[in-house]
């Protein structure tokens, strides 16, 4: 009779791992939603009160973000949490990279959410992954920095409502 864990050529210390970030990622996919849903609010509200297309460009890409959670959530559940991290892992760095070099008051927050995301990646993948999720990572940031040096038109909110949409960003991340 096979050991658990061993029926699928996996040893039990490999097994509880992948049960581990299973739960993990189920559970940062579920936070997220619900992150997702404050931070979609946050920043219609936003667009009403101070109008731009990048504003407005923001909002649909995060727009995308509660169903995909959903998405990552199922996936993880039905045993493929491997694509469900890869899912939220370059989702989140293009939506941070994207949302920092379009918006003016944002740019101080790239490198602490790229770093956050490239932690969580740290969390739901294999030791190899995680290097290459962190070099992916340190692609995106330079990437966005030269996108914010070569004059695309940025938007810039006022002090208040970019202090405010920070503080949101950065208490949903976490």
């Known amino acids: ?28 996919a579920t936070i997220s939603f619900y992150a997702s849903i404050a931070l979609v609010t946050v920043v219609a ?10 504003l407005l460009a923001a909002w649909i890409i995060l727009l995308v973000s509660p169903a995909l959670n959903l998405l990552i959530r199922q996936l993880a559940r039905t045993g493929r949490g491997e694509l469900a991290a890869y ?3 370059a989702y989140y760095m293009i939506v941070i990279s994207i949302n920092c070099s379009t918006i003016a008051n944002l740019s101080p927050i790239l490198a602490p959410g790229l770093l956050l995301v490239a932690a969580i990646g740290g969390l739901i993948l294999p030791s190899p992954h995680s290097f290459v999720v962190a070099g992916l990572g340190s692609v995106a ?20 409502l970019a202090r405010a949409f920070d503080t949101v960003v950065i208490v949903s991340a976490m």
């Open 1 to 28: 009779m096979a050991k658990p864990g061993q029926a699928s050529g996996r040893s039990p210390y490999e097994a509880i791992q992948a049960a581990r970030r299973t739960r993990i990622m189920v559970n940062l």
């Open 45 to 54: 509200a936003l667009l009403l009160l101070d109008y731009s297309s990048q």
């Open 87 to 89: 899912l939220f892992i």
């Open 141 to 160: 940031y330079i990437l966005a920095t030269a996108a914010i040096g070569t004059g695309v038109e940025i938007a810039s909110l006022d002090l208040p």
